[in-house]
Nanobody, 124 residues
Framework: QVQVAESGGVLVQTGGSLRLSCAAS????????IAWFRQTPGIVREFVAI????????YYADSVKGRFTISRDNAKNTVYLQMNSLQPEDTAVYYC?????????????????WGQGTQVTVSS
């Protein structure tokens, strides 16, 4: 069993940077690919980035490619999302989750162990 908790979300101005953290408990954390999703009211949870269990092969949504970087430290059971050049459209609640099923990695239904999310607000 894995439990995760996101942190680091705050109010930031356009063009600013933030680093989100996804801290996990459980010895099996390092076995899972971990993804970040984001959600705004009334919108389906949107894929942001994913990193494999060993930290290789990160993939990004086109909307964040070149601005966001996902990384992980398995020794600390933590996954990070470095967000640069933030824009108002990046405003959302950000969630991390573990990939528990195989399939389209952009599909939130393949993930489990969701955290409570952390609010990121980018002011214009």
């Amino acid at each position: 069993q894995v439990q995760v908790a996101e942190s680091g979300g705050v109010l930031v101005q356009t063009g600013g940077s933030l680093r989100l953290s996804c801290a996990a408990s459980g010895r099996t954390f390092s076995r899972y690919a971990i993804a970040w999703f984001r959600q705004t009211p009334g919108i389906v949870r949107e894929f942001v980035a994913i990193i494999s269990a060993n930290g290789a092969n990160p993939y990004y949504a086109d909307s964040v490619k070149g601005r966001f970087t996902i990384s992980r430290d398995n020794a600390k059971n933590t996954v990070y999302l470095q967000m640069n050049s933030l824009q108002p459209e990046d405003t959302a609640v950000y969630y991390c989750a573990a990939a528990v099923k195989e399939g389209d990695y952009k599909d939130p239904r393949l993930y489990g162990f969701w955290g409570q999310g952390t609010q990121v607000t980018v002011s214009s």
